[in-house]
């Protein structure tokens, strides 16, 4: 695989230690640079003092020479001296060679010299079979006086260091090479335990059964004051929620699977008794029989279109369809609620608590009446003759209307509370088919409370349950 620039993908650490070899060789190229600079530039302040003194040197030889040009080299001048003195008639110039010796100039570096401007600077001219010079000019009584000193101390100076740069330069690069690759290596080493943990969890069958996303990053691995830390944290945050996520997807597909066996065992009673009755019904010639028949398979009709109602109102709740929302006055639908209770349910004994003010709320009344009949039906169904239930009204601090339905009936069995709200969820003693029960009032009343943002609550114990319905205002 190649990037667009054309080059091979590398991993992490071969780019970032190959960033850091080139960071160091570009730092060891400018240091050497200004180095070498600073220092030709300091060599040439000395070679330039000296040439001053030369000069000096070379005028005090006219001073005492009474003005003309001398013909030999001032005493006191440095090995390599170049001394010049030029006038309009007449140039000569020498040099003092390695051995002391005061050697005449050619007349090709005399002219070279004569050159030179008399500007008060020093100049770096290229004398003929001498090399490179750092050369003055000055007028002295009518006499040009040309000095110079040779630069090759200073390029020999110059060429060794820049050798001994690139030396030091090279093991610098190669030493920093070495440690990038270390550093780098053992700083990664996290990142290449999450790029793991990644790969584990890549590696799982997330598409069926029961995913347990067990694979972590492990905590000293999640300070979020590193870079690493942050991308560890963000995978366990990621990894913790795909978690919960596929759970609440295997818990949703057991549900429909348990949802959809509880279904058709519900439906296939009432067909079974329609298709005995009806059978019998076709086989007695005795119209007392045949109408005993025809109202069973009545009875069970009625029993199972509510039931098949009660799955398409769960359903399109399910499905988040629209409520029918309107003011809702809450003390009228509980007086109601329990009016009809009192028909149904004559040997209970009916109480009712109400605010002196209505308590209106916003709502679907229908619904709101369904969730109230269910939770009285309730109460009725799986509480002995004589209990005392009462259905209590308020509102609260937090702005929600808060209706309540306390029995003093012998309670919910503990292990079956947790669960009560859940779809034909029967107690096996109490809750049968014979009281009439399809195990779905407790579920839409939870389901109808819930789309109108609102929430239900059961606390139970003998003597005391109390089931607690609280919707927003």
């Given at each position: 695989m190649r990037s667009r620039w054309g080059f091979a993908a590398r991993s992490?650490?071969?780019?970032?230690?190959a960033a850091m070899v080139v960071l160091v060789a570009v730092v060891s190229v400018v240091i050497s640079v200004l180095t070498t600079a600073a220092i030709s530039s300091y060599l040439t302040k000395q070679l330039?003092?000296?040439?001053?003194?030369?000069?000096?040197?070379?005028?005090?030889?006219?001073?005492k020479g009474g003005g003309g040009p001398p013909g030999d080299a001032p005493h006191g001048q440095d090995a390599g001296t170049v001394t010049a003195y030029l006038t309009p008639s007449s140039a000569s110039g020498n040099v003092i060679t390695a051995d002391g010796v005061v050697a005449d100039l050619s007349d090709t570096a005399v002219s070279v010299l004569d050159d030179v401007p008399v500007d008060g600077t020093n100049d770096t001219v290229d004398?003929?079979?001498?090399?490179?010079?750092?050369?003055?000019?000055?007028?002295?009584?009518?006499?040009?006086?040309?000095?110079?000193?040779?630069?090759?101390?200073?390029?020999?100076?110059i060429n060794s260091l820049i050798g001994w740069e690139v030396l030091f330069g090279g093991i610098g690069v190669l030493t920093a090479g070495g440690v990038a690759v270390f550093v780098v290596r053992r700083q990664l080493r996290p990142l290449r335990r999450v790029a793991q943990t990644a790969r584990e969890v890549a590696g799982l069958r997330l598409d069926t059964g029961e995913i347990g996303l067990t694979a972590r990053v492990p905590d000293q691995l999640t300070d979020e004051r590193t870079e690493v830390g942050q991308v560890a944290v963000a995978l366990n945050t990621l990894l913790g929620r795909m978690e919960h996520a596929l759970d609440a997807r295997h818990r949703s597909e057991q549900q429909v699977r348990q949802f959809v066996a509880d279904a058709s065992h519900e439906l296939r009673t009432p067909l079974t008794t329609i298709h005995g009755y009806a059978q019998l019904s076709l086989r007695q010639r005795d119209p007392e029989l045949y109408t005993h028949a025809m109202g069973k398979v009545m009875v069970e009709a009625t029993r199972m279109a509510s039931l098949v109602e009660d799955l398409l109102l769960l359903a399109r709740l399910d499905a988040g369809r629209p409520l029918d929302l309107r003011p809702v006055d809450l003390n009228r639908l509980a007086q109601d609620s329990v009016t009809d209770a009192r028909i149904v349910g004559p040997d209970h004994h009916w109480a009712l608590n109400l605010p002196p003010e209505p308590l209106v709320v916003t709502g679907d009344e229908q619904r709101l009446h369904q969730v109230v009949a269910?939770?009285?039906?309730?109460?009725?169904?799986?509480?002995?003759?004589?209990?005392?239930?009462?259905?209590?009204?308020?509102?609260?601090?937090?702005?929600?209307?808060?209706?309540?339905?306390?029995?003093?009936?012998?309670?919910?069995?503990?292990?079956?509370?947790?669960?009560?709200?859940?779809?034909?969820?029967?107690?096996?003693?109490?809750r049968t088919r014979d009281s009439g029960g399809s195990g779905l009032g407790l579920s839409l009343a939870q389901s109808i409370t819930e789309a109108h943002g609102g929430v239900v609550t059961v606390t139970s114990r003998p003597g005391d349950t109390c089931f607690t319905l609280a919707l927003p205002r």
């Open positions: 992490l650490s071969v780019r970032v230690a330039d003092s000296k040439v001053q003194a030369s000069q000096g040197r070379a005028i005090g030889v006219l001073t004398l003929p079979g001498l090399g490179e010079y750092r050369v003055h000019a000055s007028q002295f009584e009518g006499v040009t006086v040309v000095t110079g000193l040779p630069t090759k101390d200073i390029d020999d100076t269910n939770l009285l039906s309730n109460a009725r169904r799986h509480t002995p003759a004589g209990t005392t239930v009462t259905v209590g009204l308020m509102a609260d601090d937090r702005h929600s209307a808060v209706l309540t339905i306390h029995d003093d009936g012998p309670g919910i069995p503990a292990d079956l509370q947790p669960n009560v709200f859940e779809r034909f969820t029967r107690a096996d003693a109490s």
